[in-house]
């Protein structure tokens, strides 16, 4: 019904920038919070940043300064800035948006399938 869609990850060193990007789409009748969420090796998957359909947003503690997120909602796409990349920034990184659909007014949750990004020292 819905399919999240994420682009930009990517290989970088330590202090370098990456952007990525997330489009939603399929059966949307409207997005609510779309958010960012990584994942590293024997790690728990943890919130990156998130913003709300009003444009409101919240970061990890360990990336705030450091990393921005956006969103275009006439595109239903989210994006998040990386700055300053560290070792430790190295995960997957995965998409998620809180989804009201065409076929019913709940309010679901979806994931993108992951992008890798890598920082090295």
């Known amino acids: 019904q819905v399919q999240l869609v994420e682009s930009g990850g990517g290989l970088v060193q330590a202090g370098g920038s990456l952007r990525l990007s997330c489009v939603a789409s399929g059966s949307i009748r409207r997005i609510n919070a779309m958010g960012w969420y990584r994942q590293a090796p024997g790690k728990q998957r943890e919130l990156v940043a998130d913003?709300?359909?009003?444009?409101?947003?919240n970061y990890a503690d360990s990336v705030n300064g450091r990393f921005g997120i956006s969103r275009d909602n006439a595109k239903n796409t989210v994006y998040l800035q990386m700055n300053s990349l560290k070792p430790e920034d190295t995960a997957v990184y995965f998409c998620?948006?809180?989804?009201?659909?065409?076929?019913?007014?709940?309010?679901?949750?979806?994931w993108g399938q992951g992008t890798q990004v890598t920082a090295s020292s």
């Open positions: 913003i709300s359909s009003g444009g409101s947003t």
């Open positions: 998620n948006a809180l989804v009201v659909t065409n076929t019913s007014w709940v309010t679901r949750s979806y």
